[in-house]
């Protein structure tokens, strides 16, 4: 059963005299007790999707299309009642918590305000929910009264999990949630992030450029390429049998699949090329491929590839 279905999503924004065009027609859907993976390179739009879905986006946004959560459109509801959604029913694990937490309070009080915000508890009511909820991460309850800076980076990143599962909300977006941190302390946050979303029954956006990470939390993977989506699978058949190019490329620039670079570089969001944004940097691309947008179309293994490969019997890759 679908909990959050986005349908048409753009988000444009300006900077300077240019539109970023960060999300381009962007249709997902998540299901109860789901994990779906958005991967891709830097800067190809996963996180602008995150904070999309919450709402949090700059004055300067153009957005459009619509983003359901049980049978409400998020973009059309009232910053009231947003407020009531996001935290409670959606939470989100932002990226960089040395960033988002805040230096001058203390991480008790950052976490029991979520508390004393949406459930009206008093200050005491507030900081016993902030004890359990630091024990299940794996925090001492006893820090609650110290600062960010005296935590490590993993620390800081399981106190914005805690943040996130305050009130163990249906769907969790977590943005980024083991980039630099090493890999001991990276596995000990997958596990975490896995065995509490299990548990809780609740669904969750991955966004990340970890595919290591990808494969062992994730039930679906989105590939994202310059603000769109362009395949679309479950992550056994995206590893499995690739259907994209790029998809292709990125997978074999894992260590264990030999470190092949992608040659060329990401387009310019602000000015993606004509047709298949991928066409520039792609060995198999088609005249047809230079001048129209390809649609999503169904590989035989049920995948979809944004990819003219596909459509009408063409040679696959």
Do not use: W
Request: with cysteine; hydrophobic share 40%.
């Amino acid at each position: 059963m679908s909990l959050l279905k986005i349908e048409g999503l753009r988000v444009f924004f300006r900077s300077g005299n240019r539109t970023v065009k960060a999300n381009n027609s962007i249709d997902l859907e998540v299901m109860n007790n789901e994990t779906i993976g958005i991967i891709g390179e830097t800067g190809c739009g996963k996180s602008i999707l995150g904070r999309a879905i919450m709402t949090l986006l700059s004055e300067n946004t153009e957005i459009s299309g619509r983003i359901i959560y049980k049978g409400e459109d998020l973009l059309s509801l009232s910053e009231n009642k947003l407020r009531d959604v996001r935290g409670k029913n959606i939470g989100i694990i932002l990226q960089n918590p040395a960033a988002a937490l805040n230096p001058v309070l203390s991480i008790g009080d950052q976490i029991s305000e979520v508390f004393r915000y949406h459930d009206k508890m008093s200050k005491q009511d507030a900081r016993i929910k902030t004890a359990g909820i630091l024990e299940m991460v794996g925090i001492d309850p006893d820090r609650m009264g110290e600062f960010p800076h005296q935590f490590s980076g993993g620390m800081k990143q399981r106190i914005m999990i805690a943040m996130g599962m305050a009130f163990s909300p249906e769907l969790l977006i977590a943005d980024e949630p083991t980039k630099g941190l090493d890999p001991e302390t990276k596995k000990s946050i997958v596990n975490l992030l896995q065995n509490l979303v299990r548990s809780k029954n609740m669904s969750m956006i991955l966004i990340t450029h970890d595919l290591d990470v990808a494969e062992k939390i994730c039930d679906r993977v989105a590939v994202m390429y310059a603000g769109e989506i362009i395949e679309l699978a479950s992550v056994n058949d995206i590893l499995a049998e690739p259907g994209h190019p790029y998809t292709q490329v990125l997978l074999s620039s894992l260590p264990k699949k030999g470190l092949r670079s992608i040659s060329g570089e990401s387009p310019s969001l602000s000015s993606p090329p004509s047709g298949c944004r991928f066409h520039p940097r792609c060995e198999y691309a088609m005249d047809i491929c230079k001048q129209v947008h390809p649609d999503m179309f169904l590989t035989d293994i049920e995948t979809e590839v944004r990819c003219f490969l596909y459509n009408g019997g063409q040679d696959k890759p």
